[in-house]
């Protein structure tokens, strides 16, 4: 699942950037209202994390516009504003929670995934399958052939990206990208490390194989077997 956060003090922002990410979540970071609203638009997110205190516009008038152009994604201010009139502001102009800082980041997680459950009831599944293969959104679970198998926060990006464009060959910068939140260096050999790393776990012991590698291109999920 992939959460936006809308945050410009720098501390905060990579702290939950950091904690979302060992969570299993992909995140993309947005230090200004500007920025914030252009991605909530232009990209697909099952969660926006928004300030109201921002530079460039603020998140008040995020929310509004994403709520203008028809995006009904869970949004969750977290501000240090704590006045009742700010809550319900928020709330009027079409939130789905408001934390106020200071927070423990284990309630702001119970939250988020609460808001994530939510929202999956209309616009986002709550399991990814392939073949045999099965990827518990909500729970962060993993099974193959009813085995439940343990993957990585990181393994677990990796699965869920690939599941959701299975059939569609991935280059290593666009995974670079979504999981690993860096620009492509092809004297890295992280990605291939953890994709041999993942294929151990639900592609070795199983039938059929479903991660294939695209030499010069990339990998792909596919079901192979079901191909004429």
Known sequence: MKILIVEDETKTADYLRQGL??????????RNGIDGLHFALSESYD??????????????SVLAGIRRSGKDMPVMFLTARDAVDDRVKGLELGADDYLVKPFAFAELLARVRTLLRRGSKSS??????????????????????????????????????????????????????????????????????????????????????????????????????CID
């Open 21 to 30: 990410t060992e969570a299993g979540f992909a995140v993309d970071l947005a």
């Open 47 to 60: 969660l926006a994390i928004l300030d109201v205190m921002l530079p460039g516009q603020d998140g008040w």
């Open 124 to 225: 986002t599944p709550e399991f990814l399958r392939l073949a045999d293969l099965e990827l518990d959104l909500l729970r962060r679970r993993v099974f193959r052939a009813g085995k439940r198998i343990d993957l990585t926060a990181k393994e677990f990006a990796l699965l869920e990206l690939l599941l959701r464009r299975q059939g569609e060959v991935l280059p290593r910068s666009l995974i670079a990208s979504q999981v690993w939140d860096m620009n492509f260096d092809s004297d890295t050999n992280v990605i291939e490390v953890a994709m041999r790393r993942l294929r151990a776990k639900v592609d070795d012991d199983f039938q059929p194989k479903l991660i294939q590698t695209v030499r010069g291109m990339g990998y792909v999920l596919e079901n192979q077997s």
